[in-house]
């Protein structure tokens, strides 16, 4: 059992940075993927950037997110700069139980373990 546990999110002008944080219990992942969703209000969720063998991003926050991790901290970062207020969103961290090269952007179901979420937002 993997539990993760987000943070870093917050209330941030728009061109302002943000640093989230996933921190996962139980089993080390190795190279197994993680990644970053987010679901704004009224809208489903969608995936913003993840990793595994190789990252994969979204196209509207590739240049401006970088998704890292540290395996001695079995943590999973989101570097998030130029922020928009179109980033909006409850951020979730996801973790797969296998590792893949990623060929076209992961979905919700490539993932067997959610967080609870960490709220950013972004204001004109």
């Known amino acids: 059992q993997v539990q993760l546990v987000e943070s870093g999110g917050g209330l941030v002008q728009a061109g302002d940075s943000l640093r989230l944080s996933c921190a996962a219990s139980?089993?080390?992942?190795?190279?197994?993927?993680m990644a970053w969703f987010r679901q704004a209000p009224g809208k489903e969720r969608e995936f913003v950037a993840a990793?595994?063998?190789?990252?994969y991003y979204r196209n509207s926050v590739e240049g401006r997110f970088t998704i890292s991790r540290d395996g001695a901290k079995n943590t999973v970062y989101l570097q998030m700069n130029n922020l928009k207020p179109e980033d909006t969103a409850l951020y979730y961290c996801?973790?797969?139980?296998?590792?893949?090269?990623?060929?076209?952007?992961?979905?919700?179901?490539?993932?067997?373990?959610w967080g609870q979420g960490t709220q950013v937002t972004v204001s004109p």
């Open positions: 139980g089993r080390p992942s190795g190279n197994n993927g």
């Open positions: 996801a973790a797969s139980v296998r590792s893949w090269l990623m060929r076209v952007a992961p979905s919700t179901s490539d993932y067997v373990y």
């Open positions: 990793i595994s063998w190789n990252t």
